[in-house]
């Protein structure tokens, strides 16, 4: 690169220099931010695979899933879609023509960072509307929102317990790469009461980023109506570990090396999540497993219907719905949430 174009880990290296550590989630935000801008991580030539990408099934399911609640909602007219973080735009390019099957042709509106992801995603959703954030989309209409694979994208804080309380974790230097250490203490008001006698060693992190989207999508949900299907992997109750973890070329590496040029992620704490949304007002269904919900919502009469239409794609269809549905592939690991406000009806699948 020239010397006018630093890399993430030389800026984030003067920075420290010139400053002192940073804190995680700046590290996690800078590089995740310049590796989602500057690239397409996706597929097999990519970083890493998701749902989605494995099989339209997993699109059309959640599509279905939306269309079912708008369906028995009345169906409202001024309905829109709305993606947070919609990778390649094949879930949305699947769910929509799955809505369509149902009646509903609702404006596209992809809540979308990346400028390499947003050409992937028009290719895919010629009509969509693009933003930076949630602050900019439509204050009229209900709201039928999915985000898959998006909140494990998003920076998270560490604390870590010392014996002498509980400090954040701070990034600094190594001889080779980043290293994180304790850093300032943290008041034990921020530890959940049942986990402050966590032995020393032990961290918690938690996602402000996470916990602001989360709080604005349910306050609009409530104002709007519509509903959100969240799907990630993570814990269904707030705990200790350090799971950030960064992967490249499908193989996990070490988070604190080359930042900006691996996808780091972080478990979804869903429980947080859930508060979150609660404190404005909407229901939570689940979190229940992918497989689950999978099933429930009928992925296996739809893998019969598929290969019922192309034969020759039978081994391949039964090999992509296992790895969305079997426990010791996706199938336990990623969780689905649902958030509904009042007065719309009880979700399917939970
Ligand atoms: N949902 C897609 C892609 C998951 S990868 C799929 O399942 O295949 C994470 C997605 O979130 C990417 O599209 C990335 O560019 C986007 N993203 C990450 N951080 C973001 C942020 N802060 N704001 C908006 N989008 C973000």
Redesign the pocket.
Known sequence: MSPEAPTVAERLERLIRTTGPISVAQYM?EA??HY??TRD??GAEGD??????ISQM?GELAGLWLADLWLRAGRPATARYV??????G??AADALRAMRSAGLQPPAEL????P??RRA?AEQVPAARWH??LSTLPENGPLLV?????F???PVRQLVATGTGWCERMVGLADHGFVAGAGPVRPESAIPERLRQAAPGSVLETSP?SVA?VRELARRLSAQGGAALI?DYGHERTGLGDTLQAVERHGFADPWMRPGER?LTAHVDFEALAEAARSEGVSIHGPGNQGDWLETMGINLRAATLTKSAPDKGREIAVARNRLVAPDQMGTLFKVMALVPPGWPEPEGF
């Not at 890493?48 to 990408?53: G, I, L």
């Not at 999915?146 to 998006?150: K, L, R, T």
């Open positions: 935000a995740n931010a989602y801008a991580p996706l890493f695979t998701t749902a989605p990408e997993f993606e947070l973080g919609p990778g390649r094949t879930l809540v979308e960072t990346s390499v992801l995603q930076d954030d999915v985000a898959n694979e998006f494990d994208a998003l980023a989207i799907i996808d």
